[in-house]
């Protein structure tokens, strides 16, 4: 018999896909499945209402994971001292939409906070598939490894997302900001490989990296505000004050393909040491 708690969350399963521009049938499913409220902090739960707003919830009713509407829907804290939330679905809806994860892919996962978008991206690549998550915060990374035990194709790792990947994935999901990313994250996808990272300072877009027969169609998606990397990941300042003026003069559409080689392209968006944006197209 289904509880009105499951009732609910199938509900928001649909609110979540609704609001795509196509169907997307597996993703409704992963959010379907997966209980949002196993991901949780111990402790009383902090909503986030707005930026600012806390509010210590006076019981931890799994009920408030799941509104219908409005959208975005309400975040709760993991760590108040770092300013780690654990993220909106209707943001991940539209960056998962777009990963298009396969059934059997290998995913890596970076910033996997407590584990919730890893185990929709298990479901989404299924029993056949493998999801290599990775976590920077020990405390997290250990909450992660406890919460995902019932998805067997997981492994979870506390580490420094730079140095992954390890070895050739097909789809890379990038859960902080960064306004340097590493080569090997883009050179290491397999033919037909996508990457999804919020490239920026903070303040900044979602990008869309897809491995094709020669080079990589590039296109930013929408603007995102996420945790910011620290380390080589973000940049010296000269690098950041660079890319944020790049997006300053409005033109992240005109940027078509990524090149690995930042002296290739006639004509760049941005360039950086080992990597570069251009309005070229791919190849």
């Not at 609001?19 to 499913?29: I, R, Y």
């Not at 408030?64 to 991940?92: C, F, M, Q, R, T």
């Amino acid at each position: 018999m289904t509880t009105a708690l499951e009732q609910r969350r199938h509900a928001y399963a649909r609110a979540m896909v609704g609001q795509l521009a196509t169907p997307d049938p597996a993703l409704e499913a992963a959010f379907a499945a997966v209980p949002r409220e196993a991901f949780m902090p111990p402790g009383r739960w902090v909503i986030l209402r707005t930026p600012g707003e806390r509010e210590i919830l006076p019981v931890n009713d799994p009920m408030h994971l799941y509104p219908l509407e409005p959208l975005p829907e309400l975040l709760v804290e993991l760590d108040a001292a770092k300013g780690i939330n654990n993220g909106s679905p209707s943001l991940h809806a539209h960056m998962l939409h777009a990963l298009a994860v396969r059934p059997g892919d290998h995913v890596l996962h970076l910033g996997a906070g407590t584990g919730y978008y890893t185990a929709l991206l298990a479901e989404l690549a299924g029993p056949r598939g493998r999801v290599t998550a990775v976590e920077y915060e020990p405390q997290l990374a250990r909450q992660a490894r406890h919460n995902l035990a019932p998805w067997p194709t997981v492994d979870i790792t506390q580490g420094d997302a730079a140095a992954f990947p390890t070895g050739e994935i097909d789809r890379l999901y990038v859960n902080f900001a960064v306004a340097n990313p590493p080569p090997a994250w883009f050179s290491r996808l397999r033919p037909g490989g996508v990457a999804l990272l919020p490239l920026g300072t903070g303040l900044g877009r979602i990008l869309r990296v897809e491995r094709l027969p020669r080079g990589f169609a590039a296109a930013f998606l929408m603007s995102c505000g996420f945790i910011t990397a620290s380390g080589p990941l973000a940049g010296d300042a000269a690098h950041r004050a660079r890319l944020d003026a790049a997006f300053a003069e409005g033109t992240t559409a005109e940027v078509h393909s990524l090149h690995l080689d930042p002296a290739a392209p006639r004509e760049a968006w941005f360039r950086a040491p080992g990597w570069a944006l251009s309005p070229e197209p791919p190849g």
